[in-house]
């Protein structure tokens, strides 16, 4: 458990509300334009990093039109909550993606932040766009291995220092003095890793709740003592993208905002790009009229079911969880969890697995006790506190009555009514 | 008025006092009902009506922050009247003097014993009930910052129809409960909830259940033994206490 207190009380006190502010005023927009033009004038004198290949070619080998390409990045100015005047400079930036190099480190993860990056059902836009960014360095994806692996690490941290994106996948496990999680040759732990990758970075960008919060390797009772880059990590700008996975929309989001502007979005009190995390799912579902109707699916398959009815009553945690996904849904806008029928488990909330990822409303749940393991109800509790509070009750009251008749009769006996 | 011979009748209540206490038991018990509903929608709507024509849970919401909002009121007003009523002065009975402590002490031993011992006075508000009433009113101030987290994130915007003020005093007053519930809770991941709230404001109403159990209990149970009509404080406000304890 190493939990800053102290630190998140005081996150909490100095971030601004989470108010998601879409529209600053054009004075802030217009000295915004200027200066983001400048600076993608400035990408554009550098060359390609490591012959990554041109934008506009790869569009055209996946056969996309430059049309599509343009919907898109209108959409995109849209999400990161930018003007419509800003497309063109989005659609630049897109472009010179392969001008800013990134390096993606894993630590105690699945993987599956990688997965989403580079999987989905034909090659869109916001993939296209992840593959041409310059990533210098991917232990899973690159043919290096072992201590090949580990010298192109240190060349490409040596070489761009101080102007690299470090992406980090996984948490970070403390306990054992980190020995919980070793990556190459050496045998470095993932602390020192993390470490020794964030000390040239411009900025960390933790994808995915295990990197952001400790997520499933946290879980009750956390074995491995795993926390989430934030607290390791200080000094730097850090963003952090969970869910699970990341949607990456939200990851090409956040490059983009930096190509673009040469600065980290605007975060909240979890250091999550308002643009993303500033909505509650619930706010934005499409099976909301349900819930308010209070009609509510009872049990998987049944007529509620089928007539896409709220899905509150099965679990879906959409009322207390913060993401964009049902907005810009997954995989280019193809569908969401609670639009295929199955409620939101949170996933982009600290503590996920202990306490959202349920199927069950919070009230029939069996919450996990995060550090004991003690498997018990708030309900059953309550329920188990009012009977005791009961019980002691009626004890009190059946000796009063008790008491009080003897004392009756005492007096009789005495006479002295 | 007719009197037994031998007491004397005691103002306890002001009808202010008297009115806020019965406006709590209807918000009370409105808020449980349409609070448990909210957790888990307890009963159906039918099927063949038209979702645009049911509302039946957006009803519970609606009487759930309304009893909300009418709490927050009185609350106000009960703290100011803790401090500054000039009809009693509640606080001075739940500072924690060598006098208080007796007198609270006594007071519970009055519970225990079954009205065997009685060395207090009850004319006035003793300091066990004082100190039992702060409790509640703990309580409830914990369900009001905690309701109003939960509630101020329904206005993501940061806009509402009385302002943009009211989300940001919300913020500022009640993001604190969120590091507070998840150090309550327990936590094994970096940075606190909105689900922690939740869950602590679950759970802080079964307290207040077991809080509304036992002070009806015990207001019957002194009326019953002590013989100085205790109950009737709350709806007319007097109590009657024996003159020759006075002298
Ligand atoms: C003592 C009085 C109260 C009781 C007994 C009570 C009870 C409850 C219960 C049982 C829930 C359901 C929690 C769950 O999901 O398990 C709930 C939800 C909620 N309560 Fe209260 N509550 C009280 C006062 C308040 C107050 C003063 C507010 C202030 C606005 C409030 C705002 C809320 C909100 C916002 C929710 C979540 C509803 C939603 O998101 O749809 N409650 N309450
Ligand atoms: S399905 Fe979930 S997010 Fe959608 S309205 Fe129902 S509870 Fe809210
Ligand atoms: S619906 Fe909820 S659980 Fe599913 S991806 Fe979105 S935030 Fe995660």
């Known amino acids: 458990m190493s939990v800053d207190k102290e630190e998140s009380v005081k996150k909490l006190f100095t971030a601004e509300s989470a108010k998601v502010d879409t529209n600053k005023g054009d004075a802030y927009y217009n000295e915004l334009y200027i200066s983001c033009q400048k600076r993608i004038e400035d990408l554009r004198k550098l060359a390609p990093l490591n012959n990554r290949p041109d934008f506009t070619e790869s569009i055209e080998d996946q056969g996309l039109e430059r049309r599509d390409f343009l919907k898109w990045a209108s959409a995109t100015t849209a999400m990161l909550m930018l003007p419509a005047s800003f497309t063109p400079l989005v659609a630049d930036a897109a472009v010179l993606m392969n001008r800013v190099p990134v390096i993606w480190v894993e630590l105690s993860d699945c993987a599956g932040n990688s997965e989403a990056l580079l999987r989905s059902d034909g090659p869109k836009i916001d993939e296209i766009v992840l593959d041409i960014i310059s990533l210098e360095f991917h232990e899973t994806l690159q043919a290096a291995s072992g201590h090949q692996a580990e010298k192109q690490m240190n060349e490409a941290m040596e070489h761009f220092k101080g102007k690299y994106l470090l992406f980090v996948e996984g948490a970070v496990p403390l306990g054992m003095n980190g020995n919980y999680g070793t990556i190459g040759a050496t045998g470095e732990t993932f602390v020192d890793h993390l470490h020794r990758a964030a000390e040239g970075a411009a900025a960390v960008v933790a994808v995915g709740s295990c990197a952001t919060y400790g997520g499933i390797p946290a879980a009750a009772p956390n074995p491995t003592d795993s926390v989430g880059v934030m607290d390791v990590v200080k000094g730097k700008p850090i963003i952090n993208i969970p869910a699970c996975p990341a949607n990456p929309s939200n990851m090409v989001g956040v490059i983009l905002h930096f190509v673009l502007t040469g600065t980290i979005p605007e975060l909240d009190s979890l250091l999550r790009p308002k643009f993303a995390f500033g909505y509650r799912i619930h706010d934005n579902c499409e099976r909301r009229a349900h819930f308010d109707a209070g009609e509510y699916v009872e049990e998987w398959g049944d007529e509620g079911a089928k007539n896409n009815f709220c899905l509150y009553k099965v679990g879906c945690k959409g009322p207390m969880t913060f993401n964009n996904c049902s907005i810009i849904r997954y995989n280019e806008g193809v569908n969401w969890p609670i639009g295929v029928g199955r409620g939101c488990i949170g996933c982009s909330e600290p503590d996920f697995w202990d306490k959202y990822a349920y199927e069950r409303p919070m009230a029939n749940a069996n919450i996990k006790a995060p550090t004991g393991g003690v498997e018990k109800t708030v309900d059953e509790f309550g329920l188990g506190l009012l009977t005791a509070a009961g019980v002691g009750i009626a004890i009190h009251a059946a000796a009063s009555a008790v008491a009080g008749k003897k004392e009756a009769d005492e007096k009789e006996d005495g006479g002295e009514y | ?247």
């Open chain 2, 1 to 247: 008025m007719s009197m037994k011979e031998g007491y004397k009748r005691v103002r306890r209540m002001t009808p202010a006092m008297r009115i806020i206490h019965w406006v709590n038991v209807f918000s009370m018990i409105v808020a449980v009902a349409t609070g448990l509903y909210i957790a888990a929608p307890y009963y159906q709507t039918f099927m063949a009506d038209d979702a645009v024509d049911k509302y039946v849970m957006a009803w519970n919401r609606w009487g759930h922050f309304m009893v909300a909002i009418i709490f927050d009121v009185t609350s106000i007003i009960i703290a100011y009247l803790f401090f500054f009523s000039r009809f009693e002065k509640p606080w001075r009975k739940v500072i924690p003097t060598w006098k208080n402590m007796k007198e609270f002490f006594e007071v519970f031993l009055n519970l225990v014993t079954l009205n065997r011992r009685k060395k207090f006075d009850s004319t006035h508000s003793d300091s066990f009930n004082s100190v039992y009433f702060l409790i509640f009113h703990l309580l409830l101030g914990w369900m009001l910052l905690t309701g109003l987290q939960m509630y101020v994130h329904g206005l993501a915007s940061g806009e509402s129809s009385i302002g943009a003020w009211w989300p940001w005093m919300l913020h500022a007053v009640t993001d604190w409960t969120q590091v507070a519930s998840s150090w309550m809770v327990g936590s094994t991941a970096t940075g606190a909830n909105i689900m922690d709230v939740r869950i602590s404001h679950h759970l802080t109403m079964w307290l207040v259940i077991v809080w509304v159990v036992f002070h009806i209990y015990y207001q019957v149970w002194r009326t019953i033994f002590w013989k100085e009509g205790d109950i009737s404080i709350v709806i007319g406000g007097d109590k009657f206490v024996k003159t020759d304890k006075e002298a």
